[in-house]
């Protein structure tokens, strides 16, 4: 008669317990763009067109990018900042929904490479050729709307530590 009480008991806990679980529902979490600097596109002494940048500088930051957005304004973008200049040849798109153009800016704050319009979720690694210590990402389209190229240089501006 106690084993089955107790199992009585222990099927109730468990009926409650799943029960309680199924009222709740899971919300994913909203990632919202931080702007912590603006960034300069320049051709030659003339400003092209100016972005606000959020930055990826931590390991973390930079493992995660722009990861689960669901979107980005035309004028925004993430800054990769890393400390040495090198290829890049880490980056992918997993968990990422947006389309993206990269841009490769060098030591100097030249932009040595650019790969377009990588597609969302795809783990490919996405390859440059050119040392780089800085990595730009902006929507897709952005590189072709205003005809950036190899010729351009960057300067940016942090306002937030």
Do not use: W
């Not at 008669?1 to 109730?12: P, W």
């Not at 409650?16 to 596109?41: H, M, Q, R, S, W």
Request: aromatic share 12%; charged share 25%; proline share 4%.
């Amino acid at each position: 008669m106690k084993i089955f009480k107790f199992s009585v008991l222990v099927f109730l806990c468990l009926f409650f317990a799943c029960k309680n679980n199924k009222d709740k529902t899971v919300k994913p979490i909203e990632i919202t763009f931080e702007k912590e600097g603006e960034l300069y596109f320049i051709d030659k002494n003339d400003t092209i067109k100016t972005i606000a940048i959020e930055l990826a500088k931590s390991d973390y930051e930079q493992q995660t990018g722009l990861m689960h957005r669901s979107s980005m304004e035309m004028d925004q973008g993430m800054l990769f900042m890393y400390q040495d200049e090198r290829p890049r040849p880490t980056f992918y798109m997993k968990n990422t929904q947006i389309p993206l153009d990269l841009i490769y800016i060098n030591a100097e704050k030249q932009i040595v490479e650019i790969n377009k319009n990588a597609q969302p979720y795809n783990e490919n690694p996405i390859r440059a050729e050119q040392p780089a210590q800085y990595v730009l990402e902006v929507n897709a389209g952005f590189v072709n709307q205003y005809k950036l190229s190899d010729s351009l240089s960057v300067e940016f501006k942090i306002l937030k530590q």
